[in-house]
């Protein structure tokens, strides 16, 4: 299987996932779901600080803010020192098309090219809402 469909796989994954997290609310405010979201787990790659692999997420991450149907995004860092993962990408999309159509952008896959060797991902999550 090749890198593309591979990280393209696991950034659906991704999305899943960050509508779980994005669902959570607090007491008093109403739960308006929708659309998808999706959970990236990332590390720094090898040889890499997690200095450098936070900063070419930034990078990514600031070209996925431009793009259409995204609703919102979060780049977490895991307080788990001993974890594998140390960071997760959580972004929450209008409808899979969108997400989807993210892989077409030239700007996406030059930020990617760029900034992929430093971090690793593993996976993606993609969820729905519960109706």
Known sequence: MNRRVTFVRSMMALTAALGMLSSAQAQNKPLTPEGVTIVIPLAAGAGKSRDEAVKAMQNIAAVIRKQPGLLDEVLMENKNANNKFSHVHVMRWRDMKNWESVFA??????????????????????YTPVK
């Open 105 to 126: 952008s030239a700007e996406f896959n030059k930020a990617m090219a760029a900034n992929a060797g430093f971090f690793t991902l593993d996976g993606a999550a993609i």
